[in-house]
């Protein structure tokens, strides 16, 4: 079994709303990802937790704010975004940390954003 | 630094037919991995087949086959007996020490 769930599949939110992004895997993986990707391009690196802590942040803005509560979960909080913030975000997950050799990561069906 | 070039954004090839996508990339690492991976309009990013660099063999999954050139730092995907639902973008991905993704191939399977 090779699944990362996300929820919602949709969500539409104004510029002033606070929404979050959730993404839960069972597979005991210890390293989780949060990627955004624009129409017809490839996948841009958000955010890495490895065993819970975080462990990459790719320059995001503050707009977006990650959370880990558990090994298994995988947040991503959402606040005051801007209508180019719009885009699929996807959430992945490893059995190893970034970086190890070998390690293949694997995607959810991701969550289609819209702001208004 | 970790570069992936997929030269072709386009592709077509009849259903039954065989296709050959285009990937080279550049990197200062000794070891890693090599991926292909599908996004069907569904969107969800699927793992196709994947390469480990020190092996010479070359990765088979079913209907997928890579094709990689170690020296020339080329990784080609073919797909044999194209079938509707092979229709994709497909996205080269090298797996050093984060993953860098091509640009990626649309490809399109005409009935």
């Known amino acids: 079994d090779t699944e990362v769930t996300q929820t919602p599949k949709h969500l539409v939110m104004g510029m002033t709303n606070k929404k979050s992004l959730k993404c839960e895997q069972h597979?005991?993986?210890?390293?989780m990802y949060w990627y955004k990707q624009k129409a017809k391009k490839p996948p841009e690196l958000m955010f890495v937790?490895?065993?819970?802590?975080?462990?990459i942040n790719e320059s995001v803005p503050s707009r977006f704010s990650p959370e880990c509560p558990n090994s298994s979960l995988l947040n991503l909080h959402l606040h005051a975004l801007q209508p180019e913030d719009s885009a699929l975000y996807l959430c992945?997950?490893?059995?190893?940390?970034?970086?190890?050799?070998?390690?293949?990561?694997?995607f959810g069906e991701g969550s289609w954003l819209t702001v208004v | 630094a970790q570069t992936v070039t997929q030269s072709q954004p386009e592709m077509s090839v009849q259903e039954a037919e065989t296709v050959t996508l285009s990937c080279t990339y550049d990197?200062?690492?000794?070891?890693?991995?090599l991926f292909w991976y599908k996004q069907p309009p569904s969107r969800q990013m699927i793992l196709v087949i994947r390469?480990?660099?020190?092996?010479?063999q070359n990765a088979t999954e079913n209907r997928f086959s890579v094709n990689f050139q170690k020296a020339a730092k080329s990784f080609s995907l073919k797909i044999s007996d194209s079938q509707l639902g092979d229709a994709a973008m497909y996205f080269c991905?090298?797996?050093?020490?984060?993953?860098?993704f091509g640009g990626g191939t649309r490809l399109m399977v005409k009935p």
């Open positions: 990197t200062s690492e000794s070891d890693y991995y």
């Open positions: 992945a997950s490893s059995q190893l940390p970034p970086g190890t050799f070998g390690n293949t990561i694997y």
């Open positions: 390469q480990e660099a020190y092996k010479q």
């Open positions: 991905v090298n797996a050093g020490n984060m993953l860098t």
């Open positions: 937790y490895s065993y819970e802590k975080l462990s």
């Open positions: 597979m005991g993986h210890r390293a």
